[in-house]
């Protein structure tokens, strides 16, 4: 499995490859932009080759110095986006990075699907699903073919998975 990291503000770093490419809000001069969106591509793309799940850590900044961390898969023989719930964010930052999160999964990857993984340990599980199912997820058999293959068979008791089908 390879391993990536992806800033919607800041970068998009692969460690199966030496590119890397920063992505900012902020008003840059067209050449910076177009350098910027050509390093992004060439990582994405990098990701995109990959013939086995490929681990991607999802950096997506609400501010300058507010981010949330999420930690996913992409599965390239399903197309779709294995996205673990982190532990504890702020709820500003949960919102706007989620959003976020499913563009990226929808624009760059063009993934068909997107799954979360939400522990059953978790104290918000209740909220967290009907929040969810009201943007339009729901809840996916452990035992389908489209729950996590990251997930050993053991682990897999210890989450409840949501799936979501990106329409085209």
């Not at 013939?51 to 981010?67: D, G, H, M, R, W």
């Amino acid at each position: 499995m390879s391993k990536g990291e992806y800033n919607r503000k800041d970068s998009f770093d692969s460690t199966t490859t030496t590119a890397s490419s920063e992505y900012y809000d902020l008003d840059l001069p067209e050449s910076t932009v177009d350098y910027l969106n050509q390093q992004e591509a060439a990582v994405i793309q990098e990701v995109l080759s990959q013939s086995a799940p490929t681990a991607i850590t999802l950096k997506l900044f609400v501010t300058p110095q507010k981010c949330s961390s999420w930690e996913t898969v992409f599965n390239p023989n399903e197309n779709i986006l294995y996205v673990s719930l982190p532990s504890a964010m702020s709820h500003e930052a949960s919102k706007h990075s989620f959003i976020s999160l499913l563009e990226f999964a929808e624009e760059k990857l063009e993934c068909d699907a997107v799954v979360l993984c939400i522990r059953k340990d978790r104290l918000d599980r209740p909220n967290l699903v009907r929040t969810f199912s009201f943007v339009g997820f729901q809840p996916l058999n452990p035992k389908s073919p489209f729950a996590p293959p990251h997930i050993d068979e053991q682990q897999r008791n210890e989450y409840l998975f949501m799936i979501y089908n990106i329409e085209e």
